[in-house]
């Protein structure tokens, strides 16, 4: 628990479940009250009890199993459960009248024709592990369906919805509808589970089935071009800040970015229940492609929309319950341009459990938000933190991370008002603070003073590499292109006693429409260096040296696609 003045509370051991449990998939009550996860045992290999859902209370920390009965055994392919409210779980279970998986059959069932008679060009990037044939359709349709049911505090279980093969389950903030989306036959041998036909239906929390919000069909013909998607309904989502309205957007272009039209996207709303006749609403028209909505309230909400091939990008101030309010752009500029980027705004989670953009409120006159941002300069990223006025666009930058030793940075907004509206002198905001050889810990950031809590207190995780080296080094292509790369040197490293090291390079190129934005400094020289799985710098304990994300530009200017000039740059 937080406390008033940024410091935590007394720490609860959750406790009920055996030694040597493995806990995953952690989540909260809307109400914070309680927290679900599932245990499972490794030295468990029988499916039926290997795998459990649990509930722990906050206050206590006491946990038990929320399913007591053995018939009942968790189907964890997909979507695994989701709070419905703060005393009931939705969850995916495996049907009670699954019987053995389907053996594969001697003889084949047959070939598998595909013919183009119809000139439909299937355009696909190579991707492993489709379904080769009917046998694995079968097996597909055995492991990943799954029955619905709502699970009470007290144990009270109750079936919802026919089996399916559920991919996403989302409630609606009011508590009182389910956005239950699953996908269905006939299934595809060349694309993944996530073109397959796919049906989106409402139900209520009791069990009733209200509508079919779509079905779309089987979508194996999008275009292998960027910025191409699946035609119909996509990204149907609740409004974070009302009781239950859909929005969702529609391409007006087929799906195919190859196609020129404007309007390209349409993004509509509409009520979960809508009365007769009432069709849905256009929030906005755009001309690039839908990226995504950030919410506030009825008057403000940010709308996102990018068009890969040219690296624009637009930010638009959109009131959505207010038809008499034109559509506004607050920013235009080039997402490859990470100097100009206004970061992103910050969020306070609702008492619905939603997340909406905080309004703060200060002297002034107008609706300000917050904006955070990486903070990309010539001298290296600079985490910051901006005030802006949506109204006007006019920003004032009221935090920025230090510049020497440290690389600060905000995490998350930790003031809290059921109506989302902070004040600015009451701000407290969750910050990270690291250093090139101290790792990252939490502060709890207090305004107006901006005092720091401290609320962690990590230890080195690899103390062997404490004192490694770590240097950003900048220089320039033979084409003029200014590059950068962050080289680690190992312990206690001396180049006149210890001469040259083997060198491991480890890097990827980047595609970019400009040499200005491909020569820019994205990188930090003050962040902590951590080993991990996908990151080489174990090979410093070897007397390596690690030349980290050395910039590969392949840049394409103009109508030039970048891979184009991928083979000049190489020779």
């Not at 609860?12 to 952690?26: L, R, T």
């Not at 649990?54 to 206590?60: I, L, T």
């Not at 009931?88 to 070939?111: A, D, M």
């Not at 720091?452 to 033979?478: C, D, F, G, M, W």
């Amino acid at each position: 628990m937080l406390m008033d003045n940024g410091t935590l509370g007394p720490a609860k051991e959750v406790h009920g479940y055996a030694d040597g449990a493995k806990i995953n998939f952690v989540t909260w009550s809307p109400d914070g009250q309680h927290m679900a996860f599932t245990v499972r045992y490794e030295d468990k290999v029988d499916s039926s009890v290997n795998l459990s859902l649990w509930v722990a209370n906050a206050e206590s920390g006491e946990a038990r199993p929320l399913c007591i009965s053995e018939n009942i055994r968790l189907n964890a392919i997909f979507e695994l459960f989701v709070w419905v409210n703060d005393s009931t779980v939705l969850v995916c279970t495996i049907p009670s009248s699954r019987g053995n998986p389907p053996k594969k059959p001697l003889v084949p069932f047959g070939p598998r024709i595909r013919s183009n008679e119809h000139k439909n060009v299937v355009q696909m990037r190579a991707t492993k592990e489709m379904l080769k044939d009917l046998h694995e359709e079968q097996l597909f349709d055995y492991y990943a369906t799954s029955q619905l049911i709502l699970v009470s505090m007290d144990g009270q279980v109750k079936p919802i919805a026919p089996p399916a093969i559920y991919t996403a389950l989302d409630p609606s903030p009011n508590e009182k509808y389910l956005m239950l989306t699953s996908v269905h036959r006939p299934y595809s041998s060349i694309v993944s589970y996530e073109r397959f036909p796919k049906k989106v239906e409402l139900w209520t929390v009791d069990g009733t089935f209200i509508r079919e919000v779509c079905d779309l069909p089987l979508a194996e013909d999008i275009p292998i071009t960027s910025g191409s998607v699946r035609k119909g309904k996509r990204l149907i989502r609740w409004r974070p800040d009302m009781p239950s309205t859909l929005y969702w957007v529609e391409a007006q272009d087929g799906g195919d970015a190859n196609v020129n039209v404007s309007p390209r996207d349409i993004v509509y709303m509409e009520r979960a229940d809508p009365l007769n006749d009432e069709k849905p609403q256009v929030l906005l028209e755009l001309d690039l492609r839908y990226r995504r909505t950030s919410w506030c309230n009825g008057s403000h909400a940010l709308v996102y929309e990018h068009w890969y091939k040219t690296r624009r990008t637009r930010t638009w101030v959109i009131s959505p319950d207010c038809k008499d309010v034109s559509p506004q752009v607050l920013f235009e500029r080039s997402s490859e341009d990470a100097y100009s980027n206004p970061g992103s705004p910050i969020m306070c989670r609702t008492p619905a459990g939603t997340f909406v953009i905080a309004k703060i409120k200060t002297k002034y006159e107008g609706t300000y938000i917050l904006l955070k941002g990486q903070g990309a300069t010539p001298k290296g990223s600079i985490p910051f933190l901006d005030l802006l006025n949506i109204n006007t666009g006019v920003k004032e930058r009221i935090w920025e991370s230090s510049k020497e030793k440290y690389y600060e940075s905000v995490l998350a907004l930790m003031s809290y008002n059921p109506k989302c509206e902070i004040q600015l002198n009451q701000l407290k905001l969750l910050v990270s603070k690291e250093s090139r050889r101290e790792p990252a810990q939490y502060y709890i950031k207090i305004w107006p003073d901006k005092n720091q809590v401290q609320i962690t207190n990590y230890s080195h995780p690899h103390p062997q590499l404490a004192l490694l080296q770590k240097e950003v080094i900048r220089y320039q292509r033979k084409d003029g292109v200014k590059l950068t790369a962050t080289l680690y040197l190992p312990p206690g490293y001396n180049p006149s006693e210890d001469g040259p090291l083997p060198c491991l390079i480890w890097s990827y190129p980047g595609e970019f429409k400009s040499r200005e934005a491909a020569g820019q400094v994205r990188r930090s020289p003050n962040k902590f260096a951590r080993i991990s799985s996908n990151f080489p710098l174990l090979w410093l304990a070897r007397g390596f040296a690690v030349l980290a994300d050395p910039t590969i530009p392949i840049i394409g200017e103009g109508d030039q696609e970048a891979n184009d000039r991928l083979l000049t740059l190489t020779e």
